[in-house]
């Protein structure tokens, strides 16, 4: 995990690139616009650095935890800090998928600090059963959503699927979605909130067990009642000495060295020191500003510049845009 120094080289490129002109161009990634089915021999695939695509623990379902990850998207800021505070009260961990762009760097030190995980961005497909994260060593293993698709093999590199969550509605219709907020209709109580959460976990609770994701935005839980819902789901399932809250790296560093839900012991997590000075950053050229607990980068982080050592080039003008 980087200190949150290389966090800003790591994370701004998740909402960048989608407003650069052209389009980035990877010349070392071979793209498919079919789906591919690996193959995979479990022989020559075998854990920690190796995992087939459909593989399981070799645990008894009844001895593996369950594990549920929840994560959220976008920039952390002083409009969204005091939901994840509520949700880091029943002793979640989450994973902030986050973005430079308006970024409290400030603020993602801190949930750093307190044993949450920063990553950045990923789509992926409806598998049932569910399935557990595997390695690329053979190959993308799920169905090609958005093309292009990557093709080929990526020894080591570990992904964790998207699911698509069930929503039912009151007319009888069911929708598909992989993130809870592009969900419709969007429940508009705390009962039809935890309703919704609650059977979409069971298909993995009552099944294989595979680790159970929570894809969101803080401004789907800004609705008090959705928010409700969402907390008392939290309470329901972690009444079960089964169910562990944890970290997407939680859940890797298990595949690689599985054990029953009694043994697991969550990674050992080491922060930086505590951010006792905030640098706030103001870039009046570009009408940026960041908060930061390093100092101030001469020049506004961008794409060629990601720890602003140079000026940036071809920053787009993002107000024309709306």
Request: glycine letters at 4%; a neutral charge; charged letters at 25%.
């Amino acid at each position: 995990m980087a200190p949150v120094r290389s966090v800003i080289a790591l994370l701004f490129f998740c909402c960048v690139f989608k407003y650069t002109e052209p389009a980035p161009q990877y010349d070392d990634y071979v793209y498919s616009d079919e789906d591919q089915t690996p193959v995979c021999d479990e022989s020559n695939c075998k854990l920690p650095q190796c995992s087939c695509f459909l593989a399981q623990p070799k645990v008894s379902v009844p001895d593996r935890p369950q594990f549920l990850m929840i994560t959220f998207d976008d920039a952390i800021t002083v409009a969204n800090i005091e939901t994840y505070k509520k949700i880091a009260a029943k002793k979640v961990p989450m994973t902030f998928f986050v973005c430079h762009e308006y970024n409290d760097y400030s603020l993602t030190q801190k949930l750093y600090n307190e044993g949450h995980e920063i990553a950045v961005h990923s789509i992926r497909s409806y598998m049932d059963p569910p399935i557990w994260p595997y390695t690329l060593d053979h190959g993308y293993g799920q169905d090609c959503q958005i093309e292009p698709c990557p093709k080929g093999n990526f020894e080591g590199l570990w992904e964790v699927p998207m699911i698509q969550y069930h929503r039912w509605s009151k007319e009888g219709g069911d929708f598909f979605c992989s993130m809870l907020d592009a969900c419709t209709p969007q429940p508009d109580t705390a009962a039809d909130t935890k309703d919704f959460l609650m059977k979409n976990f069971l298909r993995h609770y009552k099944s294989n067990k595979a680790p159970f994701p929570i894809f969101l935005h803080e401004a789907w839980l800004r609705n008090n009642a959705r928010l409700q819902g969402f907390l008392q789901f939290l309470d329901e399932v972690l009444k079960n000495p089964d169910v562990i809250a944890a970290t997407l790296r939680d859940v890797v560093e298990y595949i690689r060295n599985p054990t029953t839900y009694r043994e697991f012991k969550p990674y050992k997590h080491s922060p930086p020191k505590s951010c006792n000075k905030v640098e706030i950053c103001n870039y009046k050229e570009l009408s940026r500003f960041m908060k930061s607990c390093v100092m101030c980068p001469k020049y506004y982080p961008w794409v060629g510049s990601p720890l602003g050592k140079v000026p940036p080039k071809n920053f787009p003008n993002f107000e024309s845009l709306f």
